[in-house]
């Protein structure tokens, strides 16, 4: 596999020059290989939007550099464009973002000032519909006429319509119950999985990162705290809580019955595993 | 000692005005419960279930199509009491930033008295006094804008409590807030009811809040599915599920663990009991 995105000594500075001058991101240096479902955590302010800002060239870094696919995207300032097609973001509560007549016709915003043919456009737009789940009579609405979780999974097929290498979503399941946040984690694992995407998704939900992501990157008050996969980041769970952040519970319970003496395995991540992993146990002997 | 009941809704239906001639759907049907002084009460329910059209039958911001709800003997549905029921029942909504109107937290405090009449002198104690119980006292003369979700909320919670409400309904007030806004949120409301004897009914989709109320109501439909403690509720997992909610990932694992055949007890709700129940299958219980 191939590396997709690379960052090195990237960092930013908010306000420079100011009484408020604060360092967003101080010498962040990764790499994402094609492919990867990354789970990007951290407090509110700890630099993972100014992260995924960088990503897709929205934000300039003040020191350092990021490579889409091998290229510095800034080594043409002119050309920036070309990497927000190839790296599509959704912002948190992307509902709000809809502006067209139509959702039709906000779909193909993204395709059209991409220079697609009108056919390609109509292609796209349904098949980006679909990926999420609405129902082709709903293109013809307004967006206005849909509810808040389909208003927010026309803004996502927005950005899938582009069809981008790289996905980022900030938070996408904010604010809604259980049903519309599966809805969306599965139409996402879906797109990652038909086109081989990557895809990056912020969360504050250590259980969805836990079930769906492979890596994990922790940010920390500007700095990349922790990075590697999902079961080597879930097992450090004391220091997690010392920084504040959770972890699923279900690691929590498990590291509990380590320290009860209870050989269980360290990187549990979903009920399931963990079930299977106590009936194997006990079936053993439970190692007592 | 038995407690004094404070609202009562009898056999309630409700169904938003219909404009196209057609006959509207019922959001609640046939709602029957009480809710007594100083209780905490959580209403949960999925997107659609009813449970945010409910809640605004407790202060007359809608009043059932059928049936009859009471505030402290009060009809609802009676214009001369209305002032008098929103004085006793304060609402606190979703998002912060559309709750806040003044551009000084004291003065968005202050906003619901100056309306009411108080005079200046006892604004300015019940102004304290309101922000003190929230702990936002010492940021009373920040502006709104500079403050984190958590810290909006409570301020907008603050502007409730000054009016010194016998009961706080709040709907979904930290769907909009990280992890930490959530836990501080989270931890004024329970002050409110445990302290200062405030009757609550929290309305929201998270599990795990729900589980720090005495009692929850599980509403989907229309309908009332379940109204108990919380380890009675969060023991009926498959129910929950199917009606599109989630059970915390504790409960779950004993659910499958006791499906599986093992001996291990119903209604467990927190992770230390999963811990606990877990050991003791393995003889290393909290006895041994």
């Known amino acids: ?103 039709r016709k906000d779909i193909s915003f993204g395709p059209r000032n991409m220079g697609l043919s009108e056919e390609e456009i109509a292609g796209r737009v349904l098949e980006a519909a679909e990926l999420v789940g609405l129902p082709e009579n709903y293109l013809d609405k307004s967006p206005f006429e849909l509810s808040g979780g389909e208003k927010r999974r026309a803004a996502i097929a927005g950005v899938l319509a582009m069809r981008p290498e790289v996905l980022i979503l900030d938070e996408p399941t904010a604010g809604l119950d259980p049903r519309g946040r599966e809805h969306i984690l599965g139409e996402i694992a879906e797109y990652h999985d038909r086109y081989g995407a990557t895809i990056i998704l912020v969360s504050h939900s250590m259980e969805d990162v836990a079930r769906f992501a492979d890596h994990v990157l922790i940010m920390d008050h500007g700095h990349a705290a922790m990075y590697g996969t999902t079961r080597e980041i879930f097992r450090r769970v004391g220091e997690l809580t010392e920084m504040g952040l959770e972890v699923p519970q279900i690691s929590r319970i498990f590291a509990g019955l380590a320290a009860r003496g209870i050989p269980v395995p360290e990187s549990v991540l979903t009920v399931g595993e963990a079930k299977e992993a106590v009936l194997r146990l006990l079936r053993e002997g439970g190692g007592v | 000692m038995p407690k004094k009941r404070f609202i009562e809704a009898e056999n309630i239906s409700y169904a938003y005005p219909s404009y196209d001639g057609m006959i509207p759907p019922l959001v609640l049907d046939g709602v029957s419960m009480s809710i007594c002084e100083g209780e905490i009460v959580a209403v949960l329910g999925h997107n659609g279930s009813g449970k945010s059209t409910l809640a605004k039958h407790f202060n007359s911001i809608l009043i059932p199509t059928s049936g009859k ?61 309101a922000l003190k119980k929230v702990g936002m006292y010492e940021y009373r003369e920040h502006a709104p804008y500079q403050l984190s979700g958590g810290q909006k909320q409570r301020v907008a919670i603050a502007g409730i409590i000054a009016m010194r409400p016998k009961c706080v309904v709040l709907d979904e007030p930290t769907a909009m807030l990280d992890p930490k806004g959530r836990k501080e949120v989270m931890s004024t409301i329970r002050q409110l009811n445990e302290e200062f004897g405030i009757t609550v009914v929290l309305i929201t989709h998270y599990m795990d809040e729900a589980a720090e109320c005495g009692r929850v109501v599980v509403i989907d439909d229309g309908k009332i599915l379940l109204d108990n403690t919380p380890k009675e509720v969060f023991s009926q997992v498959d129910l929950l599920r199917r009606h599109g909610l989630d059970v915390p990932q504790a409960a779950e694992l004993c659910h499958e663990l006791r499906l599986s055949g093992l001996d291990v007890p119903e209604g467990v709700l927190t992770e230390r009991e999963c811990v606990e129940a877990i050991a003791a299958l393995f003889g290393k219980g909290a006895s041994a």
Do not use: C
């Open chain 1, 1 to 103: 596999m191939s590396e997709i995105i690379r960052t090195e000594h990237l960092s930013y500075v908010y306000s420079a020059g100011t009484p408020f001058e604060n360092a967003a991101l101080d010498d962040i240096n990764i790499s994402v290989e094609e492919g990867t479902f990354l789970g990007l955590i951290g407090h509110t302010g700890s630099g993972k939007s100014t992260l995924i800002q960088h990503l897709n060239g929205l934000l300039k870094p003040d020191s350092g550099k990021v490579y889409i696919g091998g290229e510095d995207i800034w080594a043409d300032p002119k050309k920036i464009r070309r990497f927000r097609f190839k790296v599509g973001l959704v912002f948190q509560y992307p509902e709000y973002q809809l502006f067209e007549e139509t959702v």
């Open chain 2, 69 to 129: 709800v009471t505030v402290d003997g009060m009809d609802t549905a009676s214009e001369e009491k209305l002032y008098e029921i929103r004085q006793e029942v304060g609402m606190v909504f979703q998002n912060p930033d559309n709750q806040i109107v003044a551009t000084v937290v004291e003065e968005d405090v202050a906003f619901a008295l100056e309306n009411l009449g108080v005079p200046p002198k006892e604004i300015r104690e019940r102004v304290n006094d």
